[in-house]
């Protein structure tokens, strides 16, 4: 069976020896404009979805305040600086997930958020950025080749940490947390036996999957087959997201005129829903620009991760790079019906402050690997 590789570039173009990571505030000026345009773009849509709440609105314009000054910072730093950090940094969000199922907020039907009495924020949320990058940090400590050992120890790592996330219970994201950890691993050179052994593992104890998952868990996944079988509660969700996302047309209703969003009909419409709002108001048009933003920031995001310098730099980009697309697929596919509804907000879009500052973050990390010649 053959073999793969880890992701690898040689670059010919020699750095400059006077570079000074300080030099610029911005780095990258085109993804940087992008970032600013969706933010901007994500506050406008916020206030029509939240019923034009000025108060949700503002919270969320300080969170981007807060995040644009985190990714600022980050970027800056050189990431040999910060590798070994980021690499122990599983066990603080190891301990998070811990203290959030012995000690949940009040307030909450859950046991997801921790309280810090000025904010509260869910562990999971940091755990996708956190994660991959952990194993990154872990599989390029060395120069040699990874070992049978690394990759079980890193899958391991990724499957422990989803199983606190599920048992908080959040089935929806622990999946994505996991997958956001198997990216990494992937494009690291996991050889394809191993791949095969793993989906032979997870066909095998699907049936067991199945049959501890809730209730409501259940009630899901069975009305994304078939609306009907809950046509007042979560068939409820994609019919009328669906009916919104389909009657803006080309050019949509226009901002704030939108029927399904105005009068609350689309649920969360101010989170996991707002791609729907954005479809009915704006039309085909709206949702056009902004899959056009994306792809621009995504071809940047991409090519800073083919041009970084070291192995260790490539992959975080290039991970950090798919697992926003990830979310983008996920989160649009589940407003149009696709697959079934999970809780993950639209990135830089969506209200949420924890989800933002996260995002922002990773494009720090990713902004600290850019080459001055790029």
């Not at 773009?41 to 985190?70: E, T």
Request: charged letters at 10%; a neutral charge.
């Amino acid at each position: 069976m053959s073999k793969r590789t880890p992701l690898d570039y040689s670059i010919n173009k020699p750095l400059s020896t006077d570079y000074n990571p300080f030099r610029y505030v911005v780095k990258d000026i085109p993804l940087f404009i992008s970032l600013i345009l969706i933010l901007s773009f994500g506050l406008l849509m916020l206030y029509s979805s939240s019923g034009q709440s000025l108060a949700m609105v503002s919270r969320q314009f300080i969170y981007i305040l807060g995040g644009l000054a985190i990714m600022t910072f980050v970027s800056h730093l050189k990431p040999e600086s910060y590798k070994n950090i980021l690499m122990h940094s599983y066990w603080l969000g190891f301990l998070m997930l811990i203290y959030v199922l012995i000690n949940p907020a009040e307030g909450y039907s859950t046991s997801r958020w921790i309280d810090l009495g000025f904010f509260s924020f869910q562990p999971s949320e940091i755990l996708r950025l956190i994660l991959p990058l952990s194993l990154v940090a872990y599989l390029c400590r060395k120069e040699s080749k990874i070992k049978f050992s690394d990759w079980f120890l890193t899958t391991f790592a990724a499957l422990l940490v989803s199983y606190l996330i599920f048992e908080q219970p959040d089935l929806g994201t622990s999946l994505i947390v996991f997958t956001s950890g198997m990216i990494p691993i992937f494009l690291a050179g996991l050889p394809l036996r191993i791949i095969a052994s793993y989906l032979l593992i997870i066909a095998l104890i699907s049936p067991y999957v199945w049959s501890n998952l809730l209730e409501y868990q259940k009630q899901r996944i069975l009305t994304y087959f078939d609306s009907n079988v809950d046509p007042l509660g979560d068939g409820w969700n994609i019919a009328q997201s669906q009916t919104a996302i389909g009657s803006g047309g080309f050019f949509g209703k226009g901002y704030l005129q939108g029927t399904q969003s105005q009068l609350n009909f689309i649920p969360e419409s101010h989170s996991d829903f707002i791609f729907s709002v954005i479809g009915e108001e704006l039309g085909l048009l709206g949702i056009a620009f902004l899959f056009v933003v994306y792809s621009f920031i995504l071809w940047r995001v991409f090519k800073i991760g083919l041009m970084a310098q070291s192995t260790f730099e490539r992959l975080a980009c290039c991970s950090l790079g798919f697992i926003f697309l990830l979310f983008i697929l996920i989160n649009v596919s589940m407003v149009v019906g696709i697959i079934p509804v999970v809780g993950v907000p639209l990135p830089l879009i969506s209200q949420g402050g924890t989800s933002i500052v996260v995002h922002l973050l990773a494009f720090g990390v990713i902004l600290s690997s850019k080459r001055p010649q790029l």
